[in-house]
């Protein structure tokens, strides 16, 4: 899975068989041997994107709804789900590697 910040399916030529966007021949190697999503929903905020994401769960759930700033009360709860934890279970190696505006905890 690879999870984009401020893209849009036009900015990969994936979507677009090379017509538009720039050219992502690593993406498009990625989604020809794989699965390429067409139907997209996007919460309001990266901050509540990344944890439906992670979390599986709404943003309201989480409490994820804005964006975290630095000291801020706002975050995952320990005992809020995780992918990761999910998919390691499975004998799945994850990582990440980037922002992720989940919190200090």
Same mark, same amino acid.
């Given at each position: 899975m690879i999870w984009g910040d401020d893209i849009g399916w036009g900015n990969l030529s994936a979507y677009s068989h090379g017509v538009t966007g720039a050219p992502t021949p690593n993406i498009d190697r990625i989604a020809n041997e794989g699965v390429l999503f067409t139907d997209h929903y996007a919460q309001p905020s990266c901050t509540a994107g990344r944890a439906a994401f992670i979390t599986g769960q709404y943003p309201i759930r989480s409490g994820m709804t804005t964006v975290g700033q630095p000291g801020d009360t =706002?975050? =995952?709860?320990?005992?809020?789900?995780?992918?990761a934890e999910v998919l390691k279970a499975e004998g799945y190696a994850t990582g990440h590697f980037g922002k992720n505006h989940l919190g200090d905890r």
């Open positions: =706002l975050g =995952l709860q320990k005992e809020s789900p995780c992918i």
